[in-house]
């Protein structure tokens, strides 16, 4: 492959090669680098664009995203992001079939890939689930994978307690620990059973759920299992005030104390979000959080769209990078868009610094490949060099909206959005070329999407607050004047 711009790998630095080539053969690169003397097969000249390496994803969205339905509805208590106690208390259950669970993963699958990311760690929630993910829907989850060819780290999500809502309005933690250590005998046989399908396309992950949803048996265990499987362990933590406050009146301390009492911390550990480390604007006290995880080799899950949605964000990328911390991005919402949150997250650096000099593209461009492939201890990922995975995405440059062209990461970081990626590479198989997934009927799912989304919504009231109608749990921008159709 041929392209006006390459973004190839030396001595540990991407490089950029203007008229670059990119020779693979299989599933892995032989050259990188000007006038390849070999025999090629096939030769592609992809003209006006940039061949650069994959993002890799480490919390990404794989279901139709509800953390959108919150984007203008607050708080999250009254607006069905916990469950109140009568719903909890009749039962909670599966609002989607088997067959819609599986086809909303596939669905996101598509779309990470038609956003340029080449290996996804998923994340879905679990506000519409009965308890936790289930090993069958992630048996058909790499079943999905394999047949787009994306690359992923799949586990499905458990825990051993849940918050809900009491009828005067008080939130509360309900735990059932015997049920969330099974999810993790569970998620421990998935992982022994197929890690390493599909000739490598498919590994595993341990993935608790969030840590105020964990007991301390469930983590101690968690962080046994990953050490003895060698699988990296994700827990979302250091995420919201809730969380802080909760963890703080159970443990008396804070999260990331809490993990480091329990050696939970490795550096095979992914924690997203980390925005409410102590001390910062949105913990303050005399925590040492970022000291530990800097000591400790965990990696901190960076995703600057969700947390600038919710009004915050880590504070920042560029003093954590500093005080030595390690830093993936996820993407964590809709749109699954990492070149957005590239965007969103060098702004927030650089508001939160008060510096236009805090953070420079290639920062962010490196988190998204480079510092997604350390935190899976994956040096054959996130670079296109002799001997790495051929893992990479033809972003268009030709397209005249972009504006001028400048430096071609930069460009990206100033202009382009996720639907600039052309054609997708993974594992040296054409996962999409000129935006078209083989076999798959982009607009039809899409459709498909809407419809099943809307049926969700349309169960809301039953685990909202006080049962209220749809229309009152989710607000309209305007007054709406006549009928609405979806
Ligand atoms: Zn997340």
């Known amino acids: 492959m041929t392209a006006a711009w390459v973004v190839g790998h030396e001595d540990g630095k991407h490089i950029l090669l203007p008229c670059g080539e990119v020779v693979y053969q299989d599933a892995e690169i032989l050259y990188v680098g000007h006038g390849f003397a070999g025999e090629v ?54 609002m989607y079939t088997p067959d819609e669970l599986v086809f909303q993963k596939a669905h996101a699958f598509a779309q990470l890939i038609r956003n ?110 990953g050490r003895e499987l060698g699988v990296p362990v994700r827990l979302h933590c250091s995420q919201s005030e809730f969380e802080r406050q909760t963890v703080s009146r159970l443990h008396g301390m804070t999260s990331i104390e809490w993990l480091e009492s329990l050696g939970f911390l490795t550096d095979r550990t992914l924690l997203p979000h980390g925005t409410h480390v102590s001390p910062s604007r949105l913990a303050p006290g005399p925590g040492r959080d970022l000291e530990i995880i800097a000591e400790s080799g965990a990696v901190v899950v960076h995703c600057p769209l969700v947390a600038g949605r919710f009004g915050n964000g880590l504070e920042s990328f560029a003093t954590y990078r500093a005080r030595g911390i390690r830093i993936g991005l996820g993407t964590d919402t809709s749109p699954p868009d990492m070149l957005l949150n590239m965007q969103i997250g060098l702004m927030t650096c650089r508001l939160a610094e008060g510096n236009a000099t805090a953070c420079r593209a290639e920062d962010y461009f ?54 600039d990626a052309r054609t997708v590479v993974i594992d040296g198989r054409t ?28 169960k809301y009231p039953l685990r909202t607050f006080g049962h209220p109608p749809v229309e009152e749990i989710f607000s309209s921008t305007y007054r709406i004047v006549g009928k609405t159709v979806r």
Request: proline share 5%.
């Open 41 to 94: 097969d096939e030769r592609i000249d992809c003209g006006r664009s940039l061949i650069a390496p994959g993002f890799i994803d480490l919390d990404a969205l794989s279901d139709l995203d509800t953390t959108v339905l919150s984007f203008d509805n607050h708080p999250a208590w009254r607006k069905g992001r916990v469950w109140p106690k009568s719903y909890m208390d009749a039962g909670p259950y599966e």
């Open 366 to 419: 490196d988190a998204a490949t480079l510092g997604g492939a350390d935190a899976l201890g994956r040096t054959d990922l996130g670079r296109l060099a002799p001997g790495c995975r051929a893992d990479l995405v033809v972003w268009d440059l030709a397209n005249p909206d972009l504006g001028q062209i400048i430096d071609p990461i930069q460009t990206l970081m100033i202009s382009a959005s996720g639907r």
């Open 116 to 225: 340029g990311v080449t290996t996804a760690l998923p994340i879905a929630s679990l506000f519409y689930r009965e308890w936790g993910e289930t090993v069958e829907e992630f048996e058909g989850a790499a079943g999905a994978a394999a047949e787009l060819g994306l690359r992923v780290y799949l586990g499905p999500a458990y825990r051993t307690g849940n918050s809900y809502v009491e009828p005067d309005g008080r939130i509360d933690l309900f735990f059932d620990e015997p049920r969330g250590l099974k999810g993790l005998d569970d998620a421990i046989a998935f992982c022994g059973r197929m890690d390493g399908r599909h000739r490598g396309l498919v590994r595993t992950m341990l993935a608790p759920d969030r840590i105020e949803t964990c007991t301390a048996e469930l983590l101690r265990r968690t962080a046994a299992a």
């Open 431 to 458: 996962v999409m070329r000129d935006r078209q997934i083989p076999g798959v009927d982009h607009v039809s799912n899409a459709a498909r999407a809407q419809r099943q989304f809307d049926d969700l919504m349309n």
